[in-house]
């Protein structure tokens, strides 16, 4: 596929270029060799963080090429969170998905652009304790009845974590691991085909429908990433009737700092 010609900012050109990441701790990554010179080659005008683990007053910089940043820290402190950077300015923002269950996490943030929504999504591990599959279905409910929400006014895209391999190619061991493992249960892929059912769109699975072996998170156990033993969880959905301004979609595979890899689209604005 031609890529973009970035010799000059997308948003000159009439295009906004997306990056989303779970950075599994935003001061530690910030602190990682060369973390902020790699990200900016990419020249990404929005950044969508997940996992941040911080309150912006727990920072001593932040990116300053990003002029309006926005933050949904969770109460319980060094948990969660999520974190939007954006050389543009969005109409207005908002912070969780309207219910009080599931908004004291830092989940969501949701940026309103002139054509469309941005929601910044950290779905709820299902692995941490009895009764947490339960609330998992109960969040991805939650979660698409927002989403059904913003698309009654506008074409929505989410990106994040959502914490769910969709089929047998988006992680190395499916067999071994379905219903067995948390992320790849019937009920967590039963909400993600619910999200598209309703409307929405895996971005890197339009462009490639089965390319295999393009994972965004491996476990620090067993050399997992150098063998590239992983899983695809995380994504960037679009509304359907948005799909043909997505001019671009891809995995950097290759950027470290975390356990997950960034994801990205390049849409035309």
């Given at each position: 596929m031609e890529r973009i010609n970035l010799k000059y900012p997308l948003i000159l050109i009439g295009y906004m270029k997306l990056i989303s990441w779970n950075v599994n701790g935003i001061r530690a990554i910030l602190k990682k060799d060369h973390f902020e010179e790699e990200l900016e080659k990419e020249k990404p005008d929005v950044l969508c963080f997940q996992e941040t683990k911080a309150h912006p007053d727990q920072m001593n910089r932040f990116f300053l090429q990003y002029p309006n940043h926005y933050w949904n820290a969770a109460e319980k402190k060094g948990y969660s969170g999520t974190t939007t950077?954006?050389?543009?300015?969005?109409?207005?923002?908002?912070?969780?998905?309207?219910?009080?269950?599931?908004?004291?996490?830092?989940?969501?943030?949701?940026?309103?652009?002139?054509?469309?929504?941005?929601?910044?999504?950290?779905?709820?591990?299902?692995?941490?304790?009895?009764?947490?599959?339960?609330?998992?279905?109960?969040?991805?409910?939650?979660?698409?009845?927002?989403?059904?929400?913003?698309?009654?006014?506008?074409?929505?895209?989410?990106?994040?974590?959502?914490?769910?391999?969709?089929?047998?190619?988006?992680?190395?061991?499916?067999?071994?691991?379905?219903?067995?493992?948390?992320?790849?249960?019937?009920?967590?892929?039963?909400?993600?085909?619910?999200?598209?059912?309703?409307?929405?769109?895996?971005?890197?699975?339009?462009?490639?429908?089965?390319?295999?072996?393009?994972?965004?998170?491996?476990?620090?156990?067993s050399a997992a990433r150098q063998r590239n033993v992983g899983w695809r969880i995380d994504y960037i959905l679009i509304s359907e009737r948005f799909v043909k301004s997505v001019k671009e979609a891809f995995i950097l595979q290759k950027m470290k700092g975390s356990d997950h890899c960034p994801v990205g689209i390049v849409v035309k604005t």
């Open positions: 950077f954006s050389k543009i300015k969005p109409l207005q923002v908002s912070y969780g998905i309207e219910k009080k269950e599931h908004d004291t996490e830092g989940r969501v943030i949701t940026i309103e652009f002139e054509k469309f929504y941005l929601v910044n999504c950290y779905t709820p591990n299902s692995g941490r304790g009895n009764g947490i599959l339960d609330y998992r279905q109960k969040w991805d409910i939650d979660f698409l009845d927002y989403l059904k929400r913003l698309d009654k006014k506008k074409p929505v895209i989410i990106c994040g974590d959502l914490n769910v391999a969709h089929t047998d190619i988006d992680l190395e061991h499916p067999k071994a691991n379905y219903n067995k493992s948390p992320g790849y249960m019937q009920e967590e892929i039963d909400g993600f085909e619910n999200i598209l059912k309703s409307g929405f769109v895996d971005t890197f699975r339009q462009f490639y429908p089965d390319k295999k072996k393009e994972y965004t998170w491996w476990s620090y156990r």
